[in-house]
Every structure is written in structure tokens, then in C-alpha cells.
């Protein structure tokens, strides 16, 4: 964008240069308004407005009293909210490796120059096109103990097999996981092929010739290689972990008790349903501190710094 | 995705290798279609056979009860007129919120790659961060705006919406593609005497094609998969379908009917289903092409 300079000649030759420039540029910068308007008012109004909220005492209302961190000391103190932060941890560790550990095998065994290989990927990536709400309620029919795999295993005769992580305070939170990794292996499984195909053909013929084992080639040169793409990656499944939230409603709602509890369902409870948000907002807050602490660096890298065109 | 060429080792002969290959991705897919399978041959059983157990078995007695059930008489809490109402209801959000995000997508894309206007990059940066940055944020005080202004909970506060919260990935997936058009083109049409919207609508629009493809399999699928600003903003008469489901589903009294639940599953997925069948490749260039957001 800093390329462009606007030399408008038709432009009839009355007033200074800079001003014949602001009125061509005119309808440009109208065209933006209203976008400015909604940055200005959603995306930052919202959010100060609510990290606002954080610091009073609203309940069924907001009010505009200042309670100091009183929220945030009742926040660290909730154990739905102590469960919930627990469990976006191990739903994050956990669905982002697993994402990466299957997308990539998946990937690499696809481009084996297999037979069927469209087949194949559009099995792998289609959960990808199907809600968090159907992918929820499809898991939660399947891992529900009284009809689903449990009581298949034990009519085929093992009368003693148990599957009841769904209802198992304990497990429940890792039912989530396979459900999210059913969800979105596919999608890490799209971009590392993409970035395998990529990949320079001479490479293989050279370690062809050295006699590198193949999957030493995966390991210690293509995977490398495929750094922007993994990084893509973990950008998309990371912001998937913070919305962590229809998975949960449509699949656990939650439970068994609070085993199943996230941070935005935690948010979304105290502000619509439980009338508490001073508490909700706080939460809210806490979200967006470990978003912005995570991911800026990464947005200032790839978007902020190198400013302009580049085809 | 454009160089399609597999690049891996040659193919050799079947060898054990070559078998392992293969079991390992028919084992794979076996895993990712199991959940569909028990969806659609659930929904094809009366519930005496459900009732027996055999999950993965296919129907003895198939019927299609639990589909018009699911369609049109199943109970989302208090009224029981099926997910029909929320399917139409999401139609009902969709055509405007995709049309309307994507018209915004384009024209920011096009100022931006292409105007030098005053703080428009600084503006571009927040939106950027702002595609990150959890809905739970923004959603309290986007209810209490809508409240004053008298329109929450209603198609027009859904719609806008959508259209905010698409801002950012359209925005960015606009600006990406019209930053590698050649500028000359735009050049000439300047020297030409083309001002903003002639040069948009002469010149710039008609070379957008595939990226108009792309947002609208974009939009559609996310606006229809969406939950929780359908829950949030929608009101009661406009809650899209995906809420009805979980209703169907999850609030229901007494035994619950697995066959018409999933029979309301597959409905509720088939609409990104066949989008995502029909596009094949775009959806995956989608995806990465706006993978600002999840």
C-alpha cells in the first residue's frame, strides 16, 4: 500500500497537490468508515467496556463502581473456574499435538502415491465441515455407555470391558479431546499436504542418492521445511481451543458436574444465565490477557512488520 | 494447493511397506467415517432395535419415521414443530449475512490493497488482532448496544452480527487477493480518469471470481455451523438450527429417541456437507486462505 502514490491527471488542475490527493482518496476513506466505526466500537469500545465491567461489582446489572481485583480474587478462588482453566489446558495440550501428531502422519502416508488419494483426503477433512454442535451430539451418541461402544464390546463377549470416560468425572474432559481431534486432524492433515507438495523434487532424488532412510527425510529435512505451515497450523487450532465452547454445550454440557467446564462456558454462564457479571467479565478478561499474551507476538511477526505489498 | 503432484518416494511394487501404507489410512478412515456411520444408520432404526444395543449394525427393519419426525414434529423444548423451523431460520440468516459480509470484505480489501488512506493500516492491524481475540469479550456489550437500540434478538441484530465478526477473515482474504492483481491494471484505470467505485465495480470486481468462491464457501459453512451468536442474538423466533439441535437433543423429557435425534444431526450437517462435497478443493484454499480464524 505504500507503493501506490495517486498521480490523478485528469484531475482538473485547480488547488495544491496534497489537496487534489485528499479528494481523490475521499471515497476510499468513506468506503472504510463504517468498518472504522465497528473497530472502534466493537472491537475495542466492547472489549474496554467489559474489562470495565471486570472491575465492579455488577451482578443481574451493570453497574459502574470500582471493586478493585475483588472479582479477580473471587475468580482464583471458584473451583468451575479453576476446573475450567485445568481443562482448556489439557484440551489445548492435547488436541493441538494430537492435531499436529495425525495430521502429519496422515499427510506423509497420503503422499505415498497412493491409489484413491481424493478419496482418502475428503474422508479425513470432511468432520471439518460439519458444526462443533453435530460433532458433539454424533460423540456423545456413540461414548454413551448404556447403548453405545461400551455395551457393542461387551456383546461381542467381553462382559467386563467399561467405557465410561463420557460419564467419568476423571475422563470425561478426554472424550472432548477425541471428539475435537475427530473434528480437526483433517484440517492440519490439508496444510502439512499442501506444504509437502511443496516440497522440491530434488530433495528426494538427492537423498535418493545419499541413501537416507525415507523417514529420516520426514524427520530431519521436510519437517523443518514445513515450519510456515505448522505454525498456520497451531495459529488456526489455538484460536479453535479459546472458542472451546459448542464442543462442550452440545456433548457434555459441562458435566458430568463441573468435570467438563471451559473458560467460555464459564463466561457465558455468569453472563446470561447466572447473573454475575462482574465475575463473568473478569473471566472474560483473563481470556483475553492469555490470547493477546500467546498470540500477538506471532500477529506482530507475520502481519504488523512487513507492512504493505508483497505479491 | 495449485501444484497437485505427488512428490513423495515412486510407488514401488506391493511390499510390506506399501501394505503398511495402506492399513494404516484404511484404518484412519475407518476411525473418521464411524461417527457418520452410527449417525445415519441410528436414524434409519426403530428405537425396539436401538434399544438391543449392535450400535454399528445396519437397520433390520430401515425406516425413515425418524427423518419426517426429526423434519417436522420433534420438540425444541416447548413446541414440538421440528427442526424444520430452525433450518428456515437459518436460511433466513444466512443469505443476508453471507451477501452482506462478503460486499464488506471486498470493498475494505480493495481500499486497503490499493488506496493510501490515512490510518487504514493501523485500523486493518486491529481487525486482525481483533479475528483472535475470544467472542466471550465482546458479547456483553454488544447485547447491552443492541438492547438500547431496540433491535437485539431479532434477524437484522444476527445479521450484523455476522457480518462484524466476518469483518476480519473477509477483510484480510480480499486485501491478500488483491494485493497480488498487477498494480498496473490499476494504474491505467487511474490514468484512465476512474475514480474508487468505477474502477471497483469496471475493473477490480470482475477479476474477483475465485476469491468470491472462496469467501462464500467461507461464510456459508461458518455462518450455518455457527452456535453461539445464533444463541446469543437471534431471539427466540430466529434461533438457527444448530441451537434447535442441541435442544432436540438435549433437553428432551422421558427416554430420549436416538433415531430422531440423529436423523436431526444429519439434517443440521447436511447443508456444509454437501457445500464441502461439492467444492472439494476451494474448501481447503478457503481455509487456508482466511486462516486467520478458526
Redo the contacts between chains.
Keep these: 500500500m505504500d507503493t501506490i502514490s495517486i498521480r490523478a491527471p485528469s484531475m482538473p488542475s485547480g488547488g495544491t497537490k496534497t489537496q487534489r490527493r485528499v479528494k481523490t482518496r475521499l471515497p476510499a476513506a468513506v468506503a472504510l468508515l463504517p468498518t472504522a466505526l465497528i473497530v472502534l466500537v466493537v472491537y475495542i469500545g466492547c472489549m474496554l467496556w467489559t474489562v470495565r465491567l471486570s472491575f465492579t461489582s455488577s451482578t443481574l446489572l451493570p453497574k459502574l463502581d470500582w471493586v478493585g481485583l475483588a472479582q479477580y480474587s473471587r475468580l482464583f478462588a471458584n473451583d468451575r473456574f479453576l476446573t475450567s482453566a485445568s481443562n482448556i489446558v489439557i484440551f489445548g495440550a492435547l488436541f493441538i499435538s494430537g492435531c499436529l501428531v495425525i495430521g502429519f502422519l496422515l499427510a506423509v502416508f497420503i503422499d505415498q502415491n497412493i491409489r484413491g488419494e481424493g478419496l482418502f483426503r475428503t474422508v479425513f477433512l470432511y468432520p471439518y465441515s460439519m458444526s462443533f454442535v453435530v460433532t458433539g451430539v454424533a460423540w456423545q451418541w456413540f461414548l454413551n455407555p448404556g447403548l453405545g461402544l461400551q455395551k457393542l464390546v461387551r456383546d461381542m463377549g467381553f462382559e467386563s470391558f467399561t467405557f465410561d470416560w463420557l460419564v467419568n468425572q476423571r475422563m470425561a474432559i478426554y472424550t472432548i479431546v477425541v471428539a475435537g481431534l475427530w473434528h480437526g486432524a483433517g484440517l492440519t492433515m490439508a496444510i502439512l499436504l499442501a506444504g509437502l507438495r511443496g516440497v522440491d523434487k530434488d530433495l528426494w532424488k538427492a537423498a535418493k542418492v545419499d541413501g537416507i532412510p525415507t523417514w529420516r527425510v520426514y524427520t530431519s529435512v521436510v519437517l523443518p521445511l514445513l515450519r510456515p505451515m505448522v505454525v498456520t497450523a497451531v495459529v488456526l487450532l489455538t484460536t479453535g481451543v479459546v472458542k472451546l465452547y459448542d464442543l462442550v454445550v452440545a456433548m457434555t454440557l459441562g458435566g458430568p458436574g463441573i468435570a467438563t467446564e471451559v473458560p467460555a462456558k464459564f463466561v457465558m454462564d455468569h453472563l446470561f444465565e447466572r447473573n454475575n457479571i462482574g465475575l463473568g467479565t473478569a473471566a472474560a478478561t483473563i481470556m483475553l490477557i492469555t490470547v493477546v499474551s500467546i498470540l500477538a507476538p506471532w500477529v506482530y511477526i507475520r502481519y504488523v512488520r512487513p507492512q504493505g505489498r508483497h505479491a | 494447493?495449485s501444484?497437485?503432484?505427488?512428490?513423495?518416494?515412486?510407488?514401488r511394487h506391493l511390499t510390506i511397506g506399501?501394505i503398511g501404507?495402506?492399513a494404516?489410512?484404511v484404518t484412519?478412515?475407518l476411525?473418521?467415517?464411524?461417527?457418520?456411520w452410527?449417525?445415519v444408520v441410528?436414524s434409519l432404526k426403530p428405537m425396539e432395535e436401538?434399544?438391543l444395543?449392535?450400535?454399528?449394525a445396519l437397520p433390520a427393519a430401515m425406516t425413515f419415521e425418524a427423518w419426517t419426525k426429526a423434519w417436522s414434529s420433534a420438540c425444541t423444548g416447548l413446541e414440538c414443530n421440528g427442526i424444520s423451523v430452525g433450518f428456515w431460520n437459518s436460511v433466513r440468516i444466512l443469505i443476508p449475512s453471507v451477501i452482506l459480509s462478503i460486499i464488506?470484505g471486498a470493498?475494505?480489501g480493495?481500499?486497503?490493497?490499493?488506496?493510501?488512506?490515512?490510518?487504514?493500516?493501523v485500523?486493518f492491524?486491529?481487525?486482525?488482532?481483533?479475528?483472535?481475540?475470544?467472542?466471550?469479550?465482546?458479547?456483553?456489550?454488544?447485547v447491552?448496544?443492541f438492547s438500547l437500540t431496540g433491535i437485539y434478538n431479532s434477524l437484522t441484530c444476527i445479521v450484523l452480527v455476522h457480518v462484524?465478526f466476518g469483518?476480519p477473515t473477509m477483510?484480510l482474504l480480499f486485501r491478500n487477493y488483491y494485493?497480488?492483481l498487477p498494480?498496473e491494471l490499476?494504474k491505467a484505470a487511474?490514468?484512465?480518469?476512474g475514480?474508487?467505485?468505477s474502477i471497483f465495480f469496471r475493473v477490480i470486481l470482475p477479476m474477483s471470481t475465485p476469491i468470491l468462491v472462496v469467501a462464500t464457501i467461507l461464510q456459508v459453512?461458518g455462518i450455518?455451523?455457527?452456535?453461539?451468536f445464533g444463541l446469543?442474538f437471534a431471539g427466540r423466533e430466529n434461533l438457527p438450527m444448530?441451537?434447535q439441535?442441541?435442544n432436540i437433543?438435549?433437553s428432551t423429557q422421558g427416554e430420549r429417541a436416538?433415531n430422531v435425534?440423529?436423523a436431526a444431526?444429519m439434517l443440521?450437517?447436511l447443508v456444509?456437507?454437501v457445500?464441502?462435497?461439492v467444492s472439494?478443493r476451494w474448501?481447503?484454499r478457503g481455509?487456508?486462505a482466511g486462516?486467520?480464524?478458526?
Design positions: 494447493m501444484a497437485a503432484v505427488p512428490q513423495g518416494r515412486r510407488p506399501r501404507v495402506y494404516f489410512l484412519a478412515a476411525f473418521f467415517m464411524l461417527p457418520l452410527i449417525m441410528t436401538i434399544r444395543g449392535n450400535i454399528l464488506a470493498i475494505n480493495y481500499a486497503l490493497s490499493f488506496w493510501r488512506v490515512k490510518g487504514a493500516n485500523m492491524g486491529v481487525l486482525l488482532l481483533g479475528a483472535f481475540i475470544p467472542y466471550q469479550v465482546f458479547l456483553y456489550p454488544l447491552r448496544i462484524i469483518l477483510t494485493a497480488g498494480i490499476f487511474r490514468i484512465d480518469g475514480g474508487f467505485w459453512t450455518w455451523n455457527d452456535f453461539i446469543t444448530t441451537v439441535l442441541n437433543v438435549n436416538y435425534d440423529m444431526t443440521a450437517a456444509p456437507l457445500v464441502y462435497f472439494g474448501f481447503v481455509i487456508a486462516a486467520v480464524k478458526g
